[in-house]
């Protein structure tokens, strides 16, 4: 059991939950900091903060010692840690080979027999799958690839689900040289071909539907038009999740995973792309997000290893997609011998409490989700902890926007009272979090343990200029290993460099808002590139949110600022009430009185409008820039990606609205 929560000091959030002196004792990054001392004669380390501080102080002693304490096996030696640390533009272990796969697989050569992947879909019955049948898997399909003609460099498209046959088809292409990149089944023909026309691949693996909320849903209409507008493409693989047969021209699955062959690792260069991620790309194309295989291996050993403490005998599950950074990042847990659990369907699905079950059928450990699914349990009032067996899980992760204090408390006093919550922040530019948790330390009320190892996180002011209990730009003042190559197809990486180094040369802007504090921890504000910038004083509109998405009677908001050519300013704020409920004047004063009172008087907002929904992305972000566009009378067109949102006729509300304000015709898309 943990330490007894003791009171915050003056000042000080409550602290909900401390670390035993044993469990501090068996961490993976205690471990660390003691063969730091022992092996290399820096330290000794009192705090997590001086491991820290050295980290980031001395990059190339810190990420060699990385590979030296989880023996990458370097098929090529280095000639250096760091030939340039500019950025962009780094370079990490020049002359150095290696192969994601390898590692990811090492695990299958001592305990084949024991389980690597646990699957489930919405029946909620887990399906095992050892480490000797994933490295077979793996090695069938990475031959037949190579029979195909596939080889490195070239890049091979997924439209999958959250099941095995997408970890096997990564780890192939890996073992291959192949280039892997991944949009989930529920992203439209259009949404995918933008993503997927921009790096033009020469295989497709893709399932014929998937299920969820109790339906299945046909996507084979959706795969050819893929084919039909990817003419790059040599080969179709087809997956049938829904039992159907393969279209004519079409490989089977099982004829590609049939059979035993030798595994073989093309070893390349450190920084040779791996897989390629996207932007959410709500306002033009998205970024299309290039990651290599030595950057990916080094940041999620240490990432699953230090900061989520996991290693054999753990079961990592987060619910996710694979349109989303986090499957990368859970798959990552095969890297340091963890069995992944895979789940396939709804969070919401038989039951608002599935994620739940999924955690507690398949024995997790470490249970990851949203910060908006804590906060949907919150309001239906779940209480898992009287309804659930969820004694293995030992963490709790979340991410994707910001957990505020209600939903910290909801985890301790209704999931699991005795349980080490991680709540992090990164972001698919990096595939991993620059701000997290740390099994040794404490957990405050509403704000995040501490900044990683190695990233060097800053929060900066206007000048540019490091501040402490003060909100600030978060900024990264040196390179990260996986921070991307470059993104595809941007000759003289343009977009790259506006998209991190416009503001600060040289210096990683990263577009949220935190506050660094004294002892510290972090607290995210948000995204800073939406800013609430009323009468000089800026604020995050997560800061908002926290606040009126307490009352009941809200299910969603939206708030916007408006800068207006006569120099004022308009905020309104948009409402979705919860379910029977009417957003009548004195909902309205709750809210704003709620505002005034909990967040700053200053950012009441001028109008609360009912509104039909807020829009999202496809990985359930708000979307705020583009709403902002459209409230300032652009065409609906030229303000947003179709592709990228998940309802455009919520979009369309917010569009009429702009319209009709600013007198111009908005336009459709």
Known sequence: MSDAPQPAAPGEPEVLWRPSEERVRAARVTDFAARLVEDRGVGPFEEYADLWAWSVAEP??????????????????????????????????????????RHALRRAETHPDEIAVVHLDESLEPTDITWGELRRRVAALAYNLRELGVGPGDRVAAYLPNIPEAVVALLACASVGAVWSSCAPDFGA?????????????????????????????????????????????????????????????????????GDHDEVFEPVDFDFPLWILYSSGTTGLPKAIVQGHGGILLEHLKHNALHLDLGPGDRFFWFTSTGWMMWNLLVGGLLVGSTIVLYDGSPGHPSPDAQWTVAERTGTTVYGTSAAYVMACRKRGLR??????????????????????????????????????????????????????????????????????????????????????????????????????????????????????????????????????????????????????????????????????????????????????????????????????????????????????????????????????????????????????????????????????????????????????????????
Not at 60 to 75: G, H, P
Request: charge should be negative; include cysteine.
């Open 384 to 669: 898992p902890r009287d309804t659930h067996d969820l004694s293995r899980v030992r963490c709790v992760g979340t991410t994707g926007s910001p957990l505020p204090p209600d939903g910290f408390r909801w985890v301790y006093e209704d999931a699991i009272p005795d349980v080490w919550l991680a709540s992090v922040s990164g972001g698919t530019d990096v595939c991993s979090a620059f701000i997290g948790g740390v099994p040794t330390l404490p957990v405050h009320l509403g704000e995040l343990q501490a900044r990683s190892l190695g990233c060097a996180v800053h929060a900066w002011d206007e000048e540019g200029r490091s501040v402490v209990d003060e909100v600030g730009e978060l900024v990264i003042t040196a390179p990260m290993p996986s921070m991307p190559t470059r993104f595809w197809n941007d000759p003289d990486d343009v977009r790259y460099k506006a998209s991190y180094f416009d503001t600060y040369p040289g210096v990683w802007r990263h577009g949220d808002w935190i506050t660094v504090t004294s002892r510290g921890t972090v607290v995210v504000h948000g995204r800073s590139d939406s800013t609430l910038n009323r009468g000089g004083v800026r604020m995050g509109s997560a800061d908002i949110y926290e606040a009126v998405e307490r009352i009941p009677d809200v299910a969603e908001s939206l708030v916007i600022g408006i800068e207006q050519p006569d120099g004022g300013y308009w905020m309104p704020m948009f409402v979705v009430p919860a379910p029977g409920v009417e957003l009548d004047d004195a909902l309205r004063d709750r809210i704003k009185q709620v505002i005034r009172t909990e967040v700053s008087p200053r950012h009441v907002p001028d109008e609360i409008i009912v509104a039909p929904g807020v829009p999202h992305t496809l990985t359930g972000k708000r979307i705020e820039i583009p709403v902002k566009k459209l409230l300032q009378g652009r065409a609906l067109d030229e303000a947003v990606n179709p592709g990228s949102v998940d309802d455009m006729e919520v979009m369309r509300f917010y569009a009429r609205i702009g319209a009709e304000r600013t007198g111009r015709a908005g336009g459709e898309a």
């Open 190 to 258: 259009r949404s995918v071909l933008d993503r997927l026309q921009q790096i033009e691949p020469v295989a497709l693996i893709a399932v014929d539907g998937y299920r969820y909320a109790g339906k299945e849903i046909d996507r084979r209409d959706e795969v050819a038009e893929l084919v039909r507008e990817l003419p790059t493409l040599r080969h179709t693989v087809h997956v049938p999740l829904l039992g159907t047969a393969a279209p004519e021209g079409a490989l089977a699955w099982h004829d590609l995973v049939a």
């Open 60 to 101: 190339e002693a810190f990420w060699v010692s990385v590979c030296a304490y989880f023996d990458v096996a370097f098929s090529g030696p280095p000639s250096a840690v760091l030939g340039s640390a500019d950025m962009p533009g780094a370079e990490w272990f020049p002359g150095a080979r290696l192969n994601y796969a």
